[in-house]
């Protein structure tokens, strides 16, 4: 099989592209997606939200190239032969890449390692994610935009949960650029029409030395099914991830949906749905 745009033997498929044009294709595409949605605008200060997996360090490596002065800021949760990996890579990346890395972690800020945390409790991905996000947010603090990894099978798949599960509210945060919310530095997204499989043939073409290793605790069982629901769909009708995600941005357009009002918590002043939010709700809960 030969490539669409050259006679050289294709390397993907859908498009027909050998390595160079793809290469090409896939930064391209990000960097439309950073322009039609206004996600970075010339002196913004960025963060990458880094895990040392194949999304986050795409978007690392393609700031830098094309924004200039980014930062990689990563948690570690403890989690041990999983996060201790992942990490290892990403110093090495930063290193490689001349990126400055901050490390944060559950152990030095919420007093305890996941690890440890489930020894008490069960529910690995609701308390681990609360933590990351109140950590990702409070570090992020003093930049302009957090960049996250989020590439378009995530983000069709979110948005399909908030569907099934009726969480409208939630179908804001599908976009590749979030709201501006006072105490929430805003997110963006510039993988989000970029699929999975695209990521992965980008970071295996690029070389980048990440692992494929999946976190242990891992429990998506909903988020698995309708990952099943949309892979099989895909095949038959192409696109379909890619008409949710342009769906959504649609209706979001014309629905103007009301983010409920923040209050800020009473213990750590950071933005809260209630007096106390729920990061230190479960700080509280582990002492
Ligand atoms: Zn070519
Ligand atoms: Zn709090």
């Given at each position: 099989?030969?490539?669409?745009?050259?006679?050289?033997?294709?390397?993907?498929?859908?498009?027909?592209?050998?390595?160079?044009?793809?290469?090409?294709?896939?930064?391209?595409?990000?960097?439309d997606?950073?322009?039609?949605?206004?996600?970075?605008?010339?002196?913004?200060?960025?963060?990458?939200?880094?895990?040392?997996?194949?999304?986050s360090?795409?978007?690392?490596?393609?700031?830098?190239?094309?924004?200039?002065?980014?930062?990689?800021?990563?948690?570690?949760?403890?989690?041990?032969?999983?996060?201790?990996?992942?990490?290892?890579?990403?110093?090495?990346?930063?290193?490689?890449?001349?990126?400055?890395?901050?490390?944060?972690?559950?152990?030095?800020?919420?007093?305890?390692?996941?690890d440890?945390?489930?020894?008490q409790?069960?529910?690995?991905?609701s308390?681990c994610?609360?933590?990351r996000?109140?950590?990702?947010?409070?570090?992020a603090?003093?930049?302009?935009?957090?960049?996250?990894?989020?590439?378009?099978?995530?983000?069709?798949?979110?948005?399909?949960?908030?569907?099934?599960?009726?969480?409208?509210?939630?179908?804001?945060?599908?976009n590749?650029i979030?709201?501006?919310?006072?105490?929430?530095?805003?997110?963006?997204?510039?993988?989000?029409?970029?699929?999975?499989?695209?990521?992965?043939?980008?970071?295996?073409?690029?070389s980048?030395?990440?692992?494929?290793?999946?976190?242990?605790?891992?429990e998506?069982?909903?988020r698995?099914?309708?990952?099943?629901?949309?892979n099989?769909?895909e095949?038959?009708?192409?696109?379909?991830?890619?008409n949710?995600?342009?769906?959504?941005?649609?209706?979001?357009?014309?629905?103007?949906?009301?983010?409920?009002d923040?209050?800020?918590?009473?213990?750590?002043?950071e933005?809260?749905?209630?007096?106390?939010?729920?990061?230190?709700?479960?700080?509280?809960?582990?002492?």
């Open positions: 099989m030969l490539c669409s745009k050259c006679k050289e033997k294709a390397v993907f498929l859908s498009p027909k592209l050998c390595k160079n044009h793809f290469v090409d294709y896939f930064e391209k595409k990000v960097f997606t950073i322009k039609k949605f206004n996600l970075l605008k010339k002196n913004d200060k960025v963060v990458v939200a880094c895990s040392g997996g194949k999304d360090t795409t978007v690392l490596y393609l700031l830098k190239k094309f924004h200039g002065n980014v930062v990689a800021l990563a948690i570690d949760e403890g989690i041990r032969g999983y996060r201790d990996k992942t990490l290892l890579d990403l110093e090495r990346f930063c290193k490689k890449h001349d990126i400055e890395l901050r490390v944060h972690s559950f152990k030095d800020e919420v007093g305890k390692t996941l440890r945390m489930l020894k409790k069960n529910h690995p991905c308390i994610g609360t933590f996000r109140y950590l990702l947010n409070k570090h603090k003093g930049f302009d935009k957090i960049a996250t990894g989020h590439n378009m099978d995530d983000e069709a798949q979110a948005v399909l949960m908030n569907l099934l599960k009726g969480n409208t509210g939630l179908l804001w945060n599908s590749p979030t709201r501006k919310v006072k105490g929430f530095v805003q997110k963006i997204k510039p993988l989000y029409f970029c699929s999975e499989k695209e990521v992965a043939a980008y970071v295996l073409l690029k980048f030395e990440v692992g494929f290793i999946e976190c242990p605790y891992m998506e069982s909903f698995n099914k309708v990952r099943d629901v949309l099989d769909d095949l038959k009708h192409k696109c379909s991830k890619l949710i995600l342009n769906k959504n941005l649609e209706l979001l357009k014309k629905l103007d949906l009301k983010r409920k923040f209050r800020y918590c009473s213990d750590c002043r933005p809260s749905q209630s007096r106390v939010c729920k990061t230190c709700q479960l700080i509280k809960s582990f002492k």
